[in-house]
């Protein structure tokens, strides 16, 4: 018996050593680099739909006057930076062409000199911070950046909301949280505002105290751009505290599970979020996106059980396309071809204008301010939001 | 020296015979890491990039590491008797270490963007690359900030131990766990930021691919031999500790602690001793795990990762150090490549719809309970695993089926 274990594993093993490689001839990889489980894993996933859309719609390429099928390889990065090599490694090994992500910028700058080591270009989806593409000549980003969403909050929140004092909340340890407070204390102080920052540690759920400091401080307006686990938690206790100044976040929050927790939990709750897309801006790609949600059950659960667009698919979907573009520009499968088309890749997609500057940041100076609409439990658009 | 201890202890354990077999195990077990180094040589340099390699030498890297971090750990918990959960931090204080004094001076504004380029402006590879040259100067540095590292963990280790050690098992591990968690706590603090770099990564340091010789146009790589070659070097120190005197008189703590007090062991020493030693070693490993993912943050350091070596050290066999390093690299392997074929959705062309991403953690989790409920005693044991022994293994081969048909046979009667 024991033994008939051991053979069986044996052969398992060897069959998945098989299933690495393989392949045809005329397929081109686009490596897919997002957490699927961990911390960030809804968000991953849904940003991961995006691709998987834009792939089904397009998956054939013309490079060289030959037509190649486009492969998108799906690597977990869990999350966490500790995997973020491996994870990586895997899609260097697959020999993809150029990478997509990540979802999140912590892991994002784990896994960058993995890929700058093998000469592959990375286009970044929804990661905000300075440092993924300071200094890293093969990591380009389709998105805004946090100095930028910052300022733009800061900015909203003392145009419309007409905030004095700001209570900023962030989780300890969480580089985006902190990231994005300190540029938005920033703003915010040289337009005039009094910002109170305070830091909750990982695993937190009761914020009751933080919650009650806000309440006590008589803040006009409470920013607590942290993960969607948190995030719900928040929403509620703030509820039932019954305070009833705005909460504003970054991108992060535009997620079902903000929308969700404050249709159920927190019917009076203020919820502003800044982000990339705002629904009903290309009508086609939504409906499109819709029938590829509700065609498949595994694609409806990874958005979360229902059909609500969130941003960071539509913006999946763009860098898919801005990939498909760089090859184009290349005519060439070679990572290294890519790399140098790269920079000079323009491309208009759903969410506007993508080119990239000097650093390869994309040139974006507009943010969508969205707000909860707590009793459809849908988005409300606000504003385009510039910075003055 | 150690030898001779040995000898001394027990000289009527060594019989010619067995004097024969420890000669053939130390001889083998050279000749095997000199045939082991070779490969790893060849591995980091000649060997195409491919879809198997490109995976291996990640996991072999990692594999090597989390084998220093298990035998560490299995000092304290196998040897020692010691249940203590604190590896985590000391690993991050290790990793830290390493990076903040590794950090080259021109890339300080860069990393520590929040707070002015932080406050340490030296890096300890650069000064040794200024006169040697950056291949050599990167290697001797590394391994300066390697040593420190160990250092000042040990140190950590010395300052926490005083009070903690007076406590009990179960005690002990929450105390410990606890240090893990304030230490996270307090090198995420904004206040220390500007050492630290508060919730922020530290990257742009000395890494594996620093590692390397530069002959005219040819650079030779070192990343993966440079790992292998320092978690031999601790991995074998520590079993040279095992066997000493100083070992023994772990043993004897683990065991019953009042007969080893009169035995004439002084308790509190050997216990600090011992605590101080594996978290010495845990703070290398925290070191080398830095090197290895080019970034470190705290954020990563949990209690997860201290189960996760406890885990291992458990399937290795509590008590054993090749167990320990054997289950290691099984772990890493299986847990960042063998089995993230589940996460794809297919085998090879074969379309499975229940494979889905996320779904590798569950079948993993499922492998990881079925081998703790049914194989409690790992796979090693506390046996270790030795060139004879495994000779001996395959020559009693036949005997142990004939005394299993005998015994199967008296039963049936």
Request: one cysteine or more; glycine letters at 10%.
């Amino acid at each position: 018996m024991k033994k008939l274990l051991a053979v069986s594993l044996a052969v398992l093993m060897l069959v998945s050593l098989c299933a690495c490689g393989g392949g045809s001839k005329n397929v081109i990889k686009i490596g897919v680099y997002e957490p699927q489980s961990g911390d960030n894993g809804a968000g991953g996933k849904q940003e991961i739909l995006g691709m998987q859309y834009a792939n089904s719609v397009t998956n054939e390429i013309e490079i060289g006057g030959k037509t190649y099928k486009v492969e998108l390889v799906i690597s977990d990065n869990e999350s966490s930076n500790d995997k973020a090599v491996s994870a990586a490694s895997k899609l260097v090994s697959e020999g993809c062409a150029v990478v997509l992500g990540s979802y999140g910028s912590g892991v994002s700058i784990a896994g960058s000199d993995t890929f700058a080591d093998a000469g592959i270009p990375v286009i970044g989806v929804t990661c905000t911070n300075p440092q993924v593409t300071e200094g890293n000549s093969h990591y380009f980003r389709i998105c805004f950046l946090d100095p930028f969403q910052g300022t733009v909050l800061a900015n909203f929140a003392n145009d419309e909301l007409k905030a004095k004092k700001a209570y900023c909340l962030g989780q300890l340890g969480n580089d985006y949280d902190i990231g994005l407070i300190n540029y938005f204390k920033q703003a915010a102080e040289k337009l005039g505002m009094e910002v109170i920052t305070a830091e909750f540690p990982k695993d937190n759920s009761d914020f009751n105290s933080y919650l009650t400091n806000a309440k006590n401080a008589k803040a006009d307006v409470i920013f607590a751009p942290c993960s969607t686990s948190y995030a719900q938690l928040i929403i509620e206790q703030a509820e039932k505290q019954g305070i009833d100044v705005p909460i504003l976040a970054g991108d992060t929050w535009d997620s079902n599970q903000i929308l969700d927790a404050a249709k159920a939990k927190a019917p009076n709750a203020k919820i502003y979020v800044s982000t990339f897309y705002a629904e009903g801006g290309d009508v086609n790609f939504e409906k499109g996106f819709r029938d590829f949600i509700n065609g498949n059950s595994v694609n409806k659960q990874n958005n979360g059980g229902n059909d609500i667009i969130a941003a960071v698919s539509v913006m999946g979907y763009d860098a898919y396309y801005t990939a498909l573009e760089a090859l184009k520009k290349a005519d060439s499968v070679k990572a290294a071809d890519v790399l140098k088309a790269l920079p000079s890749t323009t491309y208009t997609g759903v969410t506007g204008k993508i080119a990239f500057d000097s650093i390869g940041d994309a040139a974006r100076d507009t943010a969508y301010i969205k707000k909860v609409n707590t009793s459809t439990g849908l988005w409300d658009f606000v504003k385009v939001q510039t910075i003055k | 020296m150690f030898k001779k201890i040995n000898n001394a202890l027990n000289p009527s354990l060594r019989h010619p015979e067995q004097e024969r077999a420890s000669r053939i195990n130390k001889v083998g077990a050279i000749i095997l890491l000199a045939i082991l180094y070779v490969f790893l040589f060849v591995l980091d340099n000649f060997l195409p990039a491919g879809s198997f390699t490109g995976m291996l030498i990640p996991v072999l890297r990692k594999g090597a590491i989390y084998a220093l971090l298990c035998v560490s750990m299995n000092l304290l918990n196998g040897f020692t008797g010691l249940f203590s959960l604190g590896q985590a931090g000391f690993m991050l204080i290790g990793g830290y270490a390493y990076a903040i004094l590794s950090i080259p001076a021109s890339q300080h504004a860069a990393v520590y963007q929040y707070f002015d380029g932080g406050a340490i402006q030296f890096s300890i590879p650069e000064f040794f690359s200024s006169f040697l040259g950056a291949g050599l100067g990167s290697f001797v540095g590394s391994i300066i900030c390697i040593i420190i590292a160990g250092v000042i963990a040990a140190l950590f280790a010395a300052l926490i131990g005083i009070p903690v050690l007076r406590l009990k098992s179960d005690y002990l591990a929450i105390a410990t766990l606890g240090f893990a968690e304030i230490i996270r706590a307090i090198f995420q603090w904004n206040g220390f930021g500007i050492i630290t770099n508060g919730s922020n990564l530290l990257r742009k340091y000395t890494a594996l691919s620093d590692i390397r010789w530069d002959i005219g146009s040819v650079s030779l790589k070192f990343g993966t031999v440079f790992v292998f070659l320092i978690v031999t070097i601790c991995i074998l120190l520590i079993v040279l500790l095992i066997n000493s005197s100083y070992g023994r008189a772990f043993n004897a703590v683990r065991d019953d602690e009042i007969s080893a007090e009169a035995m004439g062991i002084n308790l509190f020493k050997h216990k600090m001793m011992s605590f101080i030693i594996s978290s010495f070693f845990a703070g290398v490993g925290g070191a080398l795990l830095a090197m290895y993912q080019t970034t470190i943050q705290s954020a990563a350091f949990t209690s997860a990762m201290t189960y996760e070596i406890l885990l291992m050290v458990v399937i290795g066999g509590i008590g054993s150090v090749s167990g320990s390093g054997i289950a290691a690299f099984l772990y890493i392997a299986a847990n960042e490549w063998w089995l993230r074929f589940l996460d794809s959705g297919s085998i090879g062309s074969i379309e499975v719809s229940f494979f889905r991403g996320g779904f590798r953690k569950v079948i993993f989790s499922i492998a990881i309970m079925i081998i703790v409920l049914f194989f409690s005693r790992g796979i090693m044991g506390d046996k270790e695993l030795s060139i004879t022994g495994v000779i001996n293994w395959f020559k009693n081969r036949k005997e142990r089926k004939l005394a299993k048909k005998i015994n199967a046979s008296k039963e049936g009667e």
